[in-house]
């Protein structure tokens, strides 16, 4: 395993950490309310973690990227668009 494989998978435990407090916290709302929605959809909890995860690291991608502070809106709006991912919708140039 290389160093960048082990940031990535160390990044995206820390996020998926990051979920697990937003949900038990109800802070915000939305992260439980898509992780209902996703297990009424019949999505197993394994995937409906990853895919919160990738919510917000697609708000962390586009934070760096923009050189800007995180904002919880576009977070909100990737958590709505989920099951697909924020990547998915995103214009190559």
Same mark, same amino acid.
Request: overall charge positive.
């Given at each position: 395993?290389?160093?960048?494989? #082990?940031?990535?998978?160390?990044?995206?435990? *820390?996020?998926?950490?990051?979920?697990? !407090?937003?949900?038990? #916290?109800?802070?915000?709302?939305?992260?439980?309310?898509?992780?209902?929605?996703?297990?009424?959809?019949?999505? !197993?909890?394994?995937?409906?973690?990853?895919?919160?995860? #990738?919510?917000?690291?697609?708000?962390?991608?586009?934070?760096?990227?923009?050189?800007?502070?995180?904002? *919880?809106?576009?977070?909100?709006?990737?958590?709505?668009?989920?099951?697909?991912?924020?990547?998915?919708?995103?214009?190559?140039?």
């Amino acid at each position: 395993m290389t160093n960048t494989d #082990s940031f990535g998978k160390e990044f995206g435990e *820390e996020l998926k950490n990051a979920v697990k !407090v937003q949900i038990r #916290s109800n802070n915000p709302p939305e992260v439980k309310g898509t992780f209902n929605r996703l297990i009424e959809e019949g999505v !197993v909890k394994s995937d409906i973690m990853k895919m919160l995860a #990738s919510a917000m690291a697609g708000e962390v991608y586009d934070m760096m990227k923009e050189k800007r502070k995180f904002q *919880e809106e576009n977070y909100i709006k990737y958590l709505h668009q989920l099951p697909t991912m924020p990547w998915d919708n995103k214009k190559t140039t």
